[in-house]
């Protein structure tokens, strides 16, 4: 029997960058799926289960990633990892709901290494 693949969503309005992080994500073993926004990720969550998601903290709009955030711990009531990626460092890191802040740029190793900390 084999084991199941972690699910990893990752959300990012950069098309580029939710390319590369689901073709490095699935080349390292994880079964990565990818969303352009908040409300994109919120349909998606509403009818799959990720084990983890990585979220951009400006998409559609100003605060997109918070909101889905807020949306996940609140709203949908799931506990499950959520890392928050920005290039910009969130002012208040301690009531943010994210589980772990990784800044922009950032190397393919080091979400790579952080993803994997969360199933060990």
Known sequence: MSKRR????????DGSLRSILKEYLTFKGFSCLTCS???E???WLKENIADIV?????MDFKEAGFMLIDWIRNQANMDIPIILMSSV???NEDSG????????????NEIEKVVKSFFE
């Open 41 to 43: 990720a919120v349909e």
């Open 37 to 39: 926004g908040y409300e």
């Open 97 to 108: 709901g994210y589980d772990y802040f990784i800044e922009k740029p950032f190397s393919l």
């Open 89 to 91: 460092k969130p002012a």
């Open 6 to 13: 972690k699910v990893v969503l990752v959300v990012d309005d």
């Open 54 to 58: 990585i979220t951009d903290l400006r």
